[in-house]
T-cell receptor, first 113, second 110 residues
Framework: ETGVTQTPRHLVMGMTNKKSLKCEQHLGHNAMYWYKQSAKKPLELMFVYSLEERVENNSVPSRFSPECPNSSHLFLHLHTLQPEDSALYLC????????????FGPGTRLTVL | DAKTTQPPSMDCAEGRAANLPCNHSTISGNEYVYWYRQIHSQGPQYIIHGLKNNETNEMASLIITEDRKSSTLILPHATLRDTAVYYCIVSVLDGQNFVFGPGTRLSVLP
């Protein structure tokens, strides 16, 4: 238990669906991250939010839309995804001081049919 | 691209020490060395980090060479539950620059 929770843990969606992934951290951190991990590939950083403002967007397609309403919550809104978007989506949080260790949630396993 | 290189896989006998190497020859003076591990299909788990001194915690020890161009993660008494992919990452202090490489797949064998 890292203090970072993600829901749902598993999600199956069609290419025309709209869904959202949720992340919540109970650590008092002020930075949050979305990562994507495709099969047999390293983790790829997608988005970084620092003090609720997006500071990094690693050329992620617009069908992925993040939202950070406050420092404890992070969403990833999904629409018109492709089968190659099937992956493990991981959320992490860190504190913007000290050594900024990132703590990860358990991930959401997404399957796009 | 990741700034570290690690062997793709290693085996270790249960109860023995597991020594996982990492090369980071282009590390900058303000970059820390972090180690994480990921057990199959779970989120990465933080293990340890250091700047230039050796570090030890309840999970592992981190040995950083004097020139900081390489480091070794030591699991002193490996168990079957330590089977995982181990990632070595170098990152500046703002923590927003984590780049994960493919890591080392450690298999602890009975």
């Amino acid at each position: 238990e890292t203090g970072v929770t993600q829901t749902p843990r598993h999600l199956v969606m069609g290419m025309t669906n709209k869904k959202s992934l949720k992340c919540e951290q109970h650590l008092g951190h002020n930075a949050m991250y979305w990562y994507k991990q495709s099969a047999k590939k390293p983790l790829e950083l997608m988005f970084v939010y620092s003090l609720e403002e997006r500071v990094e967007n690693n050329s992620v397609p617009s069908r992925f839309s993040p939202e950070c309403p406050n420092s404890s919550h992070l969403f990833l809104h999904l629409h018109t995804l492709q089968p190659e978007d099937s992956a493990l989506y991981l959320c992490a949080s860190s504190q913007l001081s000290g050594t900024d260790t990132q703590y990860f949630g358990p991930g959401t396993r997404l399957t796009v049919l | 691209d990741a700034k570290t290189t690690q062997p793709p896989s290693m085996d270790c006998a249960e109860g023995r020490a597991a020594n996982l190497p990492c090369n980071h020859s282009t590390i900058s003076g303000n970059e820390y060395v972090y180690w994480y591990r990921q057990i199959h299909s779970q989120g990465p788990q933080y293990i340890i980090h250091g700047l230039k001194n050796n570090e030890t915690n309840e999970m592992a020890s981190l040995i950083i060479t004097e020139d900081r161009k390489s480091s070794t993660l030591i699991l002193p008494h490996a168990t079957l539950r330590d089977t995982a992919v181990y990632y070595c990452i170098v990152s500046v202090l703002d923590g927003q620059n984590f780049v994960f490489g493919p890591g080392t797949r450690l298999s602890v064998l009975p």
